[in-house]
């Protein structure tokens, strides 16, 4: 049987079956090393840019701005506590934030950086709108610097005004911004920061400008202050007084925008007139031997330069006083001079600096009576013309400012102010053969007379003959114990003086005719403190007894007479107990008065540098006893 076909319609192509997608290669491990390899390149020379960027900009390590230790000087303080000199390389005092008044931050805060506690230590804004400013300008006429950003200036950078620094400012402030607090910063700020006229720091400027510690400061002043930083010589209130005022009531407008002080307040402040700091060298010119005293010897007890150390040294001086002693001996020396040689007292007076170093000089001691705290102290006419103290540095012959302390070892060996002792001629064998012959000033002799009467008298042979009694020895060592220093003359010329002192010494050793006995060495300095409040020394006032007290209340009354009716009746006149010697070197070239009070003892001198005659007449009771008394006159 055949099939048929069956029938199809037209032919097809046949299809193929559908193909499988191509399968991905997996990417080759070379690959992927390579692409990990190119990104840690990449990371890399991106780091090493920037580590290349900040090696070549160099800055310095900021570890240094929180060990914040800078240069300080150091003050000088009188009785009071008040600055007589500040003494330094660089003109700062360091002081904790605690004990600056809480206005005084907020004022510069308000002047310099009002967005200081809200920014990392760069303000942005601030930074924009200088731009903008300067653009504006031509020139850099704003510099959008932060506190903290001055701060990184002024510790770690030069001053030079460059895009460069701008940009290690801007880094070094961000660092030093998360490296210290805000208080941290504005301590460093305050303390650091260069105010004008030599003044680094709050206080230093509160010195200058007021002569003011920064805690006694009125809102008016710190807000002067606080305008300086931006321009300190440009708004100086002593040179600029108008600019100065101007810059204030700046400051004062932003306290109040800033909510620091009231608008009524800042209006008040404004209104109050400035009592600048005199600026004249007269305080250091009155104090200066003081001064330069003071300084010697701080620095060879602690070892140390007062230049950088930054301590507080306080004095025992009496501000009023020493003005007093340096006018006293000024008019004294004039009126010598006047006396002595004719001239006008306006001729005399002359300030030139040539004529003041042909004048004679002047000297005036003034200690507390029994403590030797010395209350003035002026060793020349004027320190800047000659810085040569002549109360310590110069040993002049004491004349007969020396012979209480003849009187004083005869008292203590048996004699009496009523001792009867023979006033006539006598000659005295010296070395060589030589016959010496004492003469009396008055060139008289009284014959038999008291003690009393010989010493009110100042009889020079008297002094001679009980020196003989006595014994030189005994003398010497009574003056020694009296804080007079070696060399003393050892021989019978020491009864009329011919010995070398300095003022400060012999004024020193009349302490026990005033003090029952009591020596107590004459002291500058009280005490010494450290930038912290330590105390480093404390001179407390000590005593020792070097005669009788019977023998001192004897003396003191033969010491009243020289004043009441003897050589010294120039220096009378003041009320209560009062009494002292005169003293006169050969030719008159030495014009000496030690006296006393009850509450004070006070040595005169004058004489010239060229150990010269000071003239005819000038003898102790005429040139020396009356500046004694112009002085003690203003003590009472």
């Not at 008044?101 to 601030?126: C, I, M, N, Q, T």
């Not at 770690?156 to 030093?176: F, M, N, V």
Request: proline share 5%.
């Amino acid at each position: 049987m055949v099939l048929s076909k069956q029938k199809t319609g037209p032919s097809q192509p046949e299809k193929s079956p559908p193909r499988p997608a191509p399968r991905q290669k997996p990417l080759n491990e070379k690959h992927i090393n390579a692409f990990l390899f190119g990104i840690c390149l990449l990371i890399t020379l991106f780091l090493g840019s920037l580590l290349f960027a900040f090696k070549a900009l160099d800055l310095p390590d900021i570890s240094s701005v929180s060990r914040y230790n800078p240069l300080q000087a150091s003050e000088i303080l009188d009785r009071h506590g008040k600055v007589i000199e500040r003494i330094f390389i660089e003109n700062r005092t360091v002081l904790p934030l605690a004990k600056m008044p809480p206005l005084l931050s907020k004022a510069f805060v308000a002047a310099e950086d009002g967005r200081f506690y809200d920014h990392p230590g760069l303000d942005f804004w601030s930074v924009c709108r200088a731009v903008v400013n300067n653009t504006m300008a031509g020139r850099r006429s704003q510099g959008g610097s932060t506190i903290t950003q001055q701060v990184a200036r002024s510790l770690l950078l030069t001053p030079e005004k460059t895009y460069l620094r701008k940009l290690k400012e801007a880094i070094l402030a961000w660092r030093i911004d998360s490296l210290l607090s805000k208080d941290e910063i504005l301590y460093i700020y305050l303390n650091q920061i260069y105010l004008g006229g030599g003044a680094h720091g709050v206080e230093a400027a509160a010195q200058v400008y007021f002569a003011k510690h920064v805690q006694e400061l009125t809102l008016a002043e710190m807000a002067l202050l606080a305008g300086l930083p931006q321009a300190p010589s440009r708004y100086s209130p002593f040179d600029h007084l108008n600019l100065a005022r101007q810059r204030q009531r700046y400051v004062l407008n932003r306290m109040a925008e800033d909510g620091y002080v009231s608008a009524e307040a800042a209006r008040e402040a404004f209104a109050l007139p400035l009592q600048l700091k005199e600026q004249e060298n007269g305080a250091r010119e009155n104090s200066g031997y003081f001064v330069q005293l003071v300084r010697k010897q701080a620095e060879a007890d602690l070892g140390i330069s007062l230049n950088y150390a930054g301590l507080r040294i306080f004095t025992t001086l009496d501000p009023e006083l020493q003005l007093a002693a340096t006018r006293a001996v000024r008019r004294g020396v004039i009126a010598s001079v006047v006396r002595s040689s004719g001239q006008s007292s306006k001729a005399a007076n002359d300030s030139n600096e040539k004529r003041q170093k042909e004048l004679p000089q002047g000297a005036l001691v003034s200690l507390e009576a029994c403590t030797g705290r010395v209350r003035a102290l002026v060793g020349g006419l004027d320190f800047r013309v000659s810085p040569f103290d002549r109360a310590t540095q110069g040993r002049r012959s004491a004349g007969s400012v020396f012979k209480p302390f003849i009187y004083a070892a005869a008292l203590e060996n048996g004699w009496r102010p009523q001792s009867m002792i023979l006033d006539a001629p006598i000659s005295i064998q010296g070395n060589g053969g030589k016959q010496w012959q004492p003469k009396n000033f008055s060139g008289e002799f009284q014959g038999a007379t008291s003690l009393a009467e010989a010493l009110t008298h100042s009889l020079n042979v008297v002094a001679v003959r009980l020196l003989q009694k006595v014994g030189v020895g005994k003398v010497r060592a009574l003056a020694k114990a009296s804080g007079i220093s070696e060399p003393i003359t050892g021989d019978l010329s020491l009864a009329l003086g011919a010995t070398g002192v300095s003022l400060l010494e012999i004024t020193g050793a009349y302490g026990p005719f005033v003090c029952q006995g009591q020596f107590s060495p004459p002291v500058v300095i009280s005490s010494i403190e450290d930038g912290a409040g330590r105390i480093l020394r404390e001179n407390k006032p000590e005593s020792h007894r070097v005669l009788d007290a019977g023998v001192a209340q004897e003396m003191q009354g033969m010491l009243a007479a020289v004043i009441e009716k003897g050589t010294g009746k120039r220096a009378g006149g003041l009320p209560g107990l009062s009494g002292g010697k005169t003293g006169t070197s050969d030719t008159n070239r030495d014009a000496w008065f030690v006296g006393f009070t009850s509450k004070v003892i006070t040595g005169v001198w004058l004489g010239y540098d060229k150990n010269i005659s000071l003239g005819r007449d000038e003898t102790g009771g005429r040139a020396a006893a009356p500046i004694w008394l112009d002085f003690m006159q203003q003590v009472q």
